[in-house]
């Protein structure tokens, strides 16, 4: 789907399978990002939607192998960032937490979103304890005040691996077990 003109043609059944393939990857080749590429990235990302237009980020990118060894090891839920080509550490205020959390996924879709334009697998991975954080924020030269709870990785799909995390079984629950109508528990026809 690089091709721009390819998206007037589709259709609406293509879009939304488009939109419904998007997965995690976790699995990347080693080949490194065209330069204008991460451009556009960085463009969808701060374009993105924020409660009221706060823009409470700001990215780091980091395409250093080292780095990125350093950034996985920070985490439960970061350990693929190694294999990456370059992830994408969003920094938030630390002013509005609800607001943020909301906006950050936002943005982190939006960016795995736009990958996926280009061909790209992303994941995210998540920084989610004080110790974790405190070990990026110290990597990275983070002031105190801002958070960090996590950064998408970015890479060329390696297809020869299990994608998948061990932790969960793939696929999704049926809409008859999570979709209410008009009220709480009252299920469709």
Known sequence: MTDRSAAVTQTNEDRIAWLRG???SRQFLDQTIPPDVLDEL????RWTGSAKNTQP???????DREMLRRLAEQGAYSGFIAGAALAIVIVLDENALRSEAYDEGRVTERL???ASVHDLGSGTGWFSTDEAQAGVRALLGIPDGKDVWSAVAFGYVDESGEQRSAAAPGG???LAETVSYGRYGERKG
């Open 57 to 63: 980020w700001e990215f780091i990118v980091v395409d």
């Open 112 to 114: 795995m979103l736009a």
């Open 22 to 24: 998007l997965r995690q």
């Open 172 to 174: 999704r629950k049926p």
């Open 42 to 45: 960085l463009e969808v990302a």
